[in-house]
């Protein structure tokens, strides 16, 4: 069974692997995964609980492949976590918006910070265009977005936030197509 991880998920500010780095290659080399990987990876998508030996039955490996490939996958950042995915809106926060924010100059380490101490904010990026980072937050209600935008702007080093509200989502965060194009490749 994959070894146990902590609560954070990827991107989250508790998580472990640094924002803004990728242990992955370049666009056009692909040194990463091959198809035996790439079906370690889908198969643990499909079925998180599943355990090592049953990967290895599965795939028709021998179990010290198994836990080899999952050892070398963590090593190298392809694999980050094994926690389990929460839908926000089965606990309560159905709303999700992204904001777009314009920051003061110098100031960015201080609003990481300040955004990290927010529960409702689940990711933050930091982008090239109209704004310096993109927010993805979560509220209880509309109204209550309000608030949670109050406190993610009530910060010195925000000059300017635009809001744009989730009204469907349907092509939820996916990651197994990328992982069968780079194991064919």
């Given at each position: ?33 091959d198809a035996l990987d790439g079906r370690l990876i889908r198969l643990l998508a499909e079925e998180p ?46 709303v999700t918006a992204f904001a777009t924010l314009e920051i003061s100059q110098g100031q960015g380490a ?30 209880r209600s509309n109204a209550d977005l309000q608030r949670v935008i109050d406190r993610v702007v009530g ?31």
């Amino acid at each position: 069974m994959p070894p146990a991880q902590s609560p954070s998920s990827p991107g989250s500010p508790d998580s472990p692997a640094p924002q803004g780095t990728s242990t992955t290659p370049a666009a056009g080399g692909n040194d990463s995964i091959d198809a035996l990987d790439g079906r370690l990876i889908r198969l643990l998508a499909e079925e998180p609980r599943i355990g090592v030996l049953e990967c290895s039955r599965r795939l028709q490996v021998a179990r010290g492949t198994v836990q080899a490939r999952l050892d070398r996958l963590q090593a190298k950042g392809v694999i980050s976590g094994f926690g389990p995915e929460v839908d926000p809106a089965a606990i309560g926060y159905p709303v999700t918006a992204f904001a777009t924010l314009e920051i003061s100059q110098g100031q960015g380490a201080d609003v990481r910070a300040h955004l990290a101490r927010v529960p409702e904010v689940l990711e933050l990026h930091t982008i090239t265009g109209i704004g310096d980072m993109l927010v993805r937050i979560v509220a209880r209600s509309n109204a209550d977005l309000q608030r949670v935008i109050d406190r993610v702007v009530g910060f010195d080093g925000i000059v300017r936030s635009s809001t744009a509200i989730v009204l469907e989502n349907p092509v939820p965060y996916r990651i197994l197509p990328l992982v069968d194009q780079a194991a064919a490749e």
